[in-house]
T-cell receptor, first 114, second 114 residues
Framework: EPEVTQTPSHQVTQMGQEVILRCVPI?????FYWYRQILGQKVEFLVS????????KSEIFDDQFSVERPDGSNFTLKIRSTKLEDSAMYFC????????????FGQGTRLTVV | GEDVEQSLFLSVREGDSSVINCTYT??????LYWYKQEPGAGLQLLTY?????DMKQDQRLTVLLNKKDKHLSLRIADTQTGDSAIYFC??????????????FGTGTRLKVLA
């Protein structure tokens, strides 16, 4: 069964460093998402991406964040200068299209900023 | 607002039924989902219901939807220790709302006592 894969599963980084979280969505999907979950809290929407551009972003997704689909298969989330409060589980998701199309989530990348 | 509310904790005895409740905000939501998250793991889709349905049954899971009250529930029959996890409801506001993101609830931590 096709699945969304995320790498790495766990990343530890120093405050102020740049990190790139990687995702390989399901191949024929058109919509891509990043969500995050701070430990013990709800899953929050960060950004959605369609047709090679951001279609929607939340207040959390400030100038420190960017997304890219560099090669038609990977979908990356970059955090330019990490802060302690960026420590969270980051989930990538993809869905085939509009209407009834369930979003498929990856297993997540746990980011720890020290 | 975009708040999806759930009670935080539920404790049941093994073999009993569990009922997890959720209230959502967007009356135009087309699909409502239930996800399960085990400790340290990703989001596993359990079931979903389309907004024109009142009920959906899937083996031990029963989803009830009250559109008038914007209330969704998940009933797990014959709850097992392996059902211990956090359960998230999520609403999909749908194409007409102009957004394709899911809005997640706060999560209900289910603890099953042996």
């Amino acid at each position: 069964e096709p699945e969304v894969t995320q790498t790495p599963s766990h990343q530890v980084t120093q405050m102020g460093q740049e990190v790139i979280l990687r995702c390989v969505p399901i191949s024929n999907h058109l919509y891509f998402y990043w969500y995050r979950q701070i430990l013990g809290q709800k899953v929050e929407f960060l950004v959605s991406f369609y047709n090679n551009e951001i279609s929607e972003k939340s207040e959390i997704f400030d100038d420190q964040f960017s997304v890219e689909r560099p090669d038609g298969s990977n979908f990356t989330l970059k955090i330019r200068s990490t802060k302690l409060e960026d420590s969270a589980m980051y989930f990538c998701a993809s869905r085939p299209g509009q209407g009834n199309s369930e979003a498929f989530f990856g297993q997540g990348t746990r980011l720890t900023v020290v | 607002g975009e708040d999806v509310e759930q009670s935080l904790f539920l404790s049941v005895r093994e073999g009993d039924s569990s009922v997890i409740n959720c209230t959502y905000t967007d009356s135009s939501s087309t699909y409502l989902y239930w996800y399960k998250q085990e400790p340290g793991a990703g989001l596993q889709l359990l079931t979903y219901i389309f907004s024109n349905m009142d009920m959906k049954q899937d083996q031990r899971l029963t989803v009830l939807l009250n559109k008038k009250d914007k209330h969704l529930s998940l009933r797990i029959a014959d709850t097992q220790t392996g059902d211990s996890a956090i359960y998230f409801c999520a609403e999909d506001p749908g194409v007409l709302s102009g957004t394709y993101k899911y809005i997640f609830g706060t999560g209900t931590r289910l603890k099953v006592l042996a």
